[in-house]
């Protein structure tokens, strides 16, 4: 069941036209939930204007799962992973190497 505020794999608002996207968890303290995990980034992956992406504290979303995502959303300028906690150190390098030139990836 769906309800405000939530975002998840199976919830949320419709995304079609959707250019910048903020999904950060607990954002500004007002209790938000976030389930978003690797099979949503794949979903998202699939909007052809989504430009920004705001992923910060998504607690569910791996380094391998955001890769994925820079290597196929070719729309994807900006993306906010910092204080993700299943993004590991050890794969910054190989997700700025995924964003090249064309997207900024904030760790």
Avoid: F, W
């Avoid at 938000?32 to 998202?44: H, V």
């Avoid at 994807?76 to 390098?93: K, S």
């Amino acid at each position: 069941m769906c309800g405000a505020p939530q975002t998840t794999d199976h919830c949320g608002p419709p995304l079609e036209a959707a250019r910048d996207l903020r999904l950060a968890c607990g954002a500004g303290g007002r209790g938000a939930q976030c389930a978003i995990t690797d099979e949503g980034l794949g979903a998202l992956a699939a909007l052809p204007r989504l430009s920004q992406l705001d992923l910060s504290r998504c607690e569910h979303v791996t380094g391998e799962g955001v890769r994925r995502l820079l290597t196929t959303a070719r729309a994807l300028t900006a993306v906010n992973v910092q204080q993700c906690a299943a993004v590991a150190a050890e794969q910054h390098a190989s997700l700025k190497q995924a964003a090249g030139a064309r997207c900024n990836v904030y760790l």
